[in-house]
């Protein structure tokens, strides 16, 4: 008889009729185990504030970190951009941060080659700055149709919608010193 009591005491509809909500929206309509659930970030030690990433609109975004780890990204609320509010893209960066895809090394193929290798970051940025000098000479223009130009068009700049505004300046600031006329940036979605 009491394990039936007990039963009838979990009927919702039971617990409707005789609890504090009769309308079924809250305490009578929860189950033991949602009463056991909690938020999973619930364990983080601290909560860094970010923006997303992905595109222009640059949703803020709240990281959950412990251990030193991020466990959890999620929607800022306090952002007056999102409100909170996280696309799917943007609800997916954990596996950004944490993906087993991440590369954590500059990884190059060379001209004709099949295979990635690996680089490290002073090696790749000499190539890098090599390459700039050399297309920047090749490229050059002292004068067009008569006119004095001072300009190179061996080097080009596309920018991503995820730079902000200090970086875009000191992008357009280095191409212009270089002499590149050719600078853009794709700051749309
Ligand atoms: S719209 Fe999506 S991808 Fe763009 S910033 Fe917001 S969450 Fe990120």
Known sequence: MRRVRTWIGHWPAYRQLKGDDPLGRGAAAK??????LGPRVASAERVVKSICPYCAV??????????????????DPDS?????????????????TTGSARE?????????????ERLDLDTAMDMITDRVIASRRAGWQWEADGARTRRTLGIASLGG????N????????????????????QARI
Do not use: M
Not at 80 to 96: D, E, N, T, Y
Not at 104 to 116: A, F, I, K
Not at 166 to 185: D, P, R, S, V
């Open 31 to 36: 189950s033991g185990r949602s009463g056991r």
């Open 58 to 75: 640059g949703c803020g975004q709240n990281v959950y970190v412990e251990d030193d780890r991020v466990t959890q990204i999620e929607g």
């Open 80 to 96: 007056p951009v999102s409100r909170g509010r996280l696309c799917p893209k943007g609800s997916a960066s954990l596996q950004l």
């Open 104 to 116: 954590h090394e500059v990884l190059y193929r060379r001209p004709y080659g099949t295979q990635w």
């Open 161 to 164: 919608a995820t730079l902000d």
């Open 166 to 185: 200090e970086e875009n300046y000191l992008i357009k600031k280095l191409f212009t010193a270089l002499g590149a006329i050719q600078i853009e940036n």
